[in-house]
């Protein structure tokens, strides 16, 4: 079997931190893949400021890294992702999120550690570099991604943006952070999309770098059983990740269910 881990860092408060969202829909997402379920190990998060150190002395066999980076922790990740691959040198360093640049001419002149850049959504992408690895090694045929060659940038065909994200299963339903809840370290916030994308083009937002993007909804379902089980994981609070909360009725839907669930517990 082939080891993984995932990385998003975030701060604590107090004795609270948000559960790894994005990396745990990378995760949700590829273990409904038969082959990658036969073939890797997820074997847990990078998801607190640890030492670079520390992650080391726990990914000793590390096949892949998988990280996602943003304003708040992308120098720390890179730190992570630079010793890691410095004591795996044949761990694949894979890295996505808001801080990753769009434009990667020098990326790679600069952090020759990481292999792969994922643009924009990263579920499939990321799937498609697991089967990847399994063959040829090949990444240059998957679309979205910026890959290393010999410290140059070979930029691959634009990713078209998923247009059903219930093909993405939530991580919370599938059971993804289930273990971290067995041996419960911190009190631990969620984030919750009920949709992706914004049709404006605000440029001091992130959602700006996407212009105009269509909205598309997570099913109302989902994000309804999504409330419920962090009712039932007493969760002090969820962040909601959407653009535009609130601008149709679905909203104001889920906003009751939000109510009812607080008079409830």
Known sequence: MKNIFLCQINNLFGNSCFLPYSVGLLQAYAQTKEEIRDAYNFRGFVYTREKPEDVVRRTRGLDVMGC???????????AIAK????????????????????RS??????????????????EHAFSEILLERLRDG??????????NVKGQSFKTDRRERPSNLDEIPSPY???VFEELYTDQKYEYHTTQEVDRGCPFSCQFC??????????????????IKELEWFAD??????YNA??????????????????????KT
């Open 233 to 238: 994981k007493k969760t002090d609070l969820v």
């Open 206 to 223: 992130d959602w700006g770098s996407s212009v105009y993007t269509k909205v598309r909804r997570f099913s109302q379902e989902r994000a």
């Open 138 to 147: 090949n990444y240059q045929g998957i679309a979205g991604l910026s890959v």
């Open 105 to 122: 001419e020098k990326f790679f002149q600069e952090h020759p550690y990481v292999d792969l850049l994922v643009h924009n959504e990263g």
């Open 173 to 175: 339903l599938s059971g």
């Open 83 to 102: 010793a890691v691959k410095e004591a795996n040198p044949n761990c694949l360093v894979v890295m996505g999120g808001p801080h990753v640049p769009n």
């Open 68 to 78: 996602s980076a943003y304003i708040w922790n992308n120098q720390i990740t890179h």
């Open 242 to 263: 959407s653009a535009n909360y609130g601008m149709t009725d679905k909203d104001i839907e889920i906003t009751e269910k939000m109510v009812e669930l607080k008079r």
